[in-house]
């Protein structure tokens, strides 16, 4: 029998948030319950170093039912409504931080009506348990790292790492790329920053041989019923994580690097006199 390895992704425990962010949010009262099913049904929590660490020894060294609770971003209501039922039910979790945010507001978020919701602060942050949470780092500014310059996405990665660790006075080994995004040149650059791990989405449930510079997530949305979470964590219905990486993927990388090069060719050009045209892009 395969073993499946449930890496559960979510962003925020809240109970009021705006419509475009509802997928998003888990009501405290829905993550409570999933976290009672969890122990219900003898679920072994791990940070996703230590599910890097067991993989690399060996997959027979973890425990019969893992499962890895992730959370992006370093939102203010990790700190208020996820951590609290996190340590009444006993689970450890990996939070992953947009170091560029903290002590601010989630301005990326603008788009979907949550650009004012708080992130947590560095003295939060801080007082974070050093053996139940894993801080790992998320960028400094959440951007697709894949259609960044190279130079640009080396700083976000870097800079990212190294001001967590310079904050926390402890190593920070584990990544996640915003929205997911990344491509080879994107993992080969966080493995060289000193990272032993870095999680995607894909929306797919790991296994063993899963990258361990890509690791599938499953998303834990708004609207997912206790059933619904339970198939999550048995694989049913849900899609194994991929070998290689899917053709849609890499069009959708395509697309989206062709809109950041147009986005940059305009933010450059002068203005054009009415009327004018311009010459199309070749690429």
Known sequence: MRQLIPILLYHSIAETVAPDYRRW??????????????????????????????????????????????????????????????????FPATLYITTGYVEGKSRWLAAVGEGERAMMSW???AELPADAIECGAHTHSHPQLDTLPRRQAHYEVNHSKQLLEEKLGRRVTSFAYPHGYHDKAVQQMVQAAGFTAACGVKDAISRPDDDRFGLARLIVAG???????????????????????????TVW???????????????????????????????
Do not use: C
């Open 25 to 90: 949010a888990v009501t405290p009262t829905a993550f409570a319950a999933q976290l009672a099913y969890l122990r219900q049904e003898g679920y072994h929590a791990l940070t996703v170093t230590q599910l890097a660490h067991g993989l690399t020894m060996s997959p027979a060294t973890l425990p019969t039912k893992p499962v890895v609770i992730t959370f992006d971003d370093g939102l203010a209501d990790f700190y208020t409504g996820a951590l609290p039922l996190l340590q009444d039910y006993g």
């Open 223 to 249: 609207d997912t019923t206790l059933p619904q979470f339970a198939n999550l964590l048995a694989g049913r219905g849900v899609a194994l994580a991929p070998r290689y990486e899917r053709p849609a993927t």
């Open 253 to 283: 990388r395509l697309v989206r690097q062709w809109q950041a090069h147009r986005r940059q060719r305009n933010e450059q050009l002068p203005m054009q006199p009415k009327g004018a045209t311009l010459s199309p892009i070749l690429w």
């Open 123 to 125: 003295a939060q942050i």
